[in-house]
């Protein structure tokens, strides 16, 4: 069963910034997407951005110009680098995988907690 495991969570102040990391492991089919979707306290978990093995990455309207999803192949990671960050945005971030012939995202991680004070 394919394992991911979010880390880099934490608080921060409106206007900081937060370095999130997703460990993918157990793999044994391809992924084609990693992503990373938020879900803040009585609200329905949103897509925040996603990537492709290629590399192409996509944002939601909100993030774009400070968000950025990147990959490592060698070490089997997705990062999100959240700068500028939001009080709106605090929320618990999962990272997610969808393998190259599912059109949704079946593997999820456990989430980490991000706090953002104004």
């Known amino acids: 069963q394919v394992q991911l495991v979010e880390s880099g969570g934490g608080s921060v102040q409106a206007g900081g910034s937060l370095n999130l990391t997703c460990a993918a492991s157990?793999?044994?089919?391809?992924?084609?997407?990693m992503a990373w979707y938020r879900q803040a306290p009585g609200k329905q978990r949103d897509l925040v951005s996603s990537?492709?093995?290629?590399?192409?990455?996509s944002y939601v309207d909100d993030v774009k110009g400070r968000f950025t999803i990147s990959q490592d192949k060698r070490q089997n990671a997705v990062s999100l680098q959240m700068n500028l960050l939001k009080s709106e945005e605090a929320a618990v971030y999962y990272c997610?995988?969808?393998?190259?012939?599912?059109?949704?995202?079946?593997?999820w991680g456990q989430g980490t907690r991000v706090t953002v004070s104004s």
């Open positions: 157990r793999i044994r089919i391809p992924m084609c997407y």
């Open positions: 997610a995988a969808r393998t190259c012939l599912s059109q949704t995202y079946g593997y």
């Open positions: 990537i492709t093995t290629g590399g192409t990455a």
